[in-house]
C-alpha cells in the first residue's frame, strides 16, 4: 500500500478536526457503561452500536461546523471552512450521510432504540443550530451525551434500567458543568465558579447507590476522578493560570472516568478497557483538537 501523499493526508487531518476524533473515545465509552448497566450482550450488538454512535458524533461535530461557519469565518478563521481546507457543501454532505447512516445502524435494535435514536438525533440537531445563540446551550449539549447514553442501554439484553437513567442524569450534569467552563472562555467578566459542582454528580450519585462490597471500589474510583477534576481546574481557576482549553480537553477526557464509576469499576476486563480508553483520549488529544 502506498502512502499517502501530502494533499491527502492533509485533507484526512482536516476531516479528523472536523470531527473532533478525539473526542471518539469517550463516545465508546458512554456506549460500554450504558451497554453494561443495561444487561450487555452479545459483542456483536456491541461493535454495531459503538459504529452507530461514532457516525452520530461524528455527523453531529461535522454539522456544528456546517451552522457555525458565519462566526468561524469572523472569530475563528483557522477552523477547517473559514481556512479553505474543505468547502461548506461537502461538510454538509457528510455530516447529514454520517447522521442518517447512524440512525439507520442503530434502528436494527428495535423500536425502543429507535426512538431514544430519534430523541438524539433532534438533541444534535438542535444544539448545533442554535447553540451559539443561547444561553442554556450546555444543556442541550448534556442532552445528547444523556440520550446517547440511554440508547445504548436500551440496545442491551435487560433494556433501560433505573440505574442507567440516574446514571445517565449524572453524565449529563458533568456534561453541563464542563460546557459552562468551556463557554467561560469567550464570557466577558469574572469566572464563574457554580459549574463546578455540577462536575461532581457522578460522585454524588456513586456515594448513594454504592454499598457493600462496592463501596471500597466506589470510593477509590471517585478519589481518582475527583483528582482527576481538581487537576484539570487548576489550569482554569488557580490564580495566575486561565488556559480554558486544556481545562475542558481534560474534563472530556474525564469522561471515561465518569462511566467507569458508574460501573463501580466493574471486573478487571472492564477495568483495563475503560484504561485503555482513557489513555486513547488523551493520546489522541495531542494531535487532535478536542473543541
Not at 471552512?81 to 457543501?89: C, E, F, K, N, V
Not at 443550530?129 to 442532552?143: E, R, T
Not at 448513594?208 to 483528582?227: C, D, H, I, T, W
Not at 471486573?267 to 493520546?283: C, G, N, P, S, Y
Request: glycine share 10%; with cysteine; charged share 10%.
Amino acid at each position: 500500500m502506498e502512502p499517502l501523499d501530502p494533499s491527502s493526508r492533509s485533507y484526512l487531518r482536516t476531516l479528523l478536526v472536523l470531527g473532533r476524533a478525539s473526542n471518539l473515545p469517550t463516545v465508546w465509552s458512554n456506549c460500554l457503561a450504558g451497554w453494561y448497566l443495561g444487561g450487555g450482550g452479545y459483542m456483536s450488538g456491541f461493535i454495531l452500536l459503538c459504529l452507530g454512535a461514532t457516525c452520530l458524533y461524528t455527523g453531529g461535530m461535522f454539522l456544528n461546523d456546517a451552522f457555525d461557519v458565519e462566526f468561524d469565518r469572523q472569530h475563528r478563521s483557522e477552523r477547517p471552512i473559514p481556512s479553505g481546507a474543505i468547502s461548506l457543501g461537502e461538510v454538509w454532505g457528510f455530516g447529514v450521510g454520517w447522521l442518517v447512516l447512524g440512525a439507520v445502524l442503530l434502528a436494527f435494535f428495535g423500536w425502543p432504540t429507535a426512538i431514544l435514536t430519534g430523541l438524539l438525533v433532534v438533541s444534535i440537531l438542535v444544539y448545533d443550530a442554535v447553540h451559539k445563540a443561547i444561553a442554556f446551550s450546555p444543556f442541550l449539549m448534556a442532552l445528547c451525551r444523556f440520550f446517547l447514553f440511554l440508547t445504548a442501554a436500551s440496545a442491551s439484553d435487560e433494556g433501560v434500567t433505573g440505574l442507567a437513567v440516574w446514571s445517565s442524569l449524572a453524565l449529563a450534569l458533568y456534561i453541563v458543568g464542563l460546557s459552562y467552563v468551556a463557554k467561560s472562555e469567550s464570557a466577558r467578566g469574572p469566572l464563574r465558579y457554580w459549574p463546578c459542582l455540577l462536575l461532581a454528580a457522578p460522585l454524588l450519585l456513586a456515594y448513594l447507590v454504592n454499598q457493600g462490597e462496592y463501596k471500597p471500589r466506589s470510593l477509590m474510583l471517585s478519589a481518582l476522578l475527583l483528582f482527576w477534576i481538581l487537576r484539570n481546574l487548576r489550569f482554569t481557576y488557580w490564580p495566575g493560570k486561565r488556559n480554558i482549553p486544556r481545562t475542558v480537553s481534560g474534563l472530556l477526557a474525564g469522561i471515561v472516568l465518569v462511566d467507569l464509576l458508574a460501573l463501580a469499576g466493574g471486573d478487571i476486563f472492564m477495568l483495563l478497557i475503560f484504561t485503555v480508553l482513557f489513555a486513547a483520549t488523551l493520546v489522541f488529544q495531542r494531535f487532535v483538537p478536542a473543541t
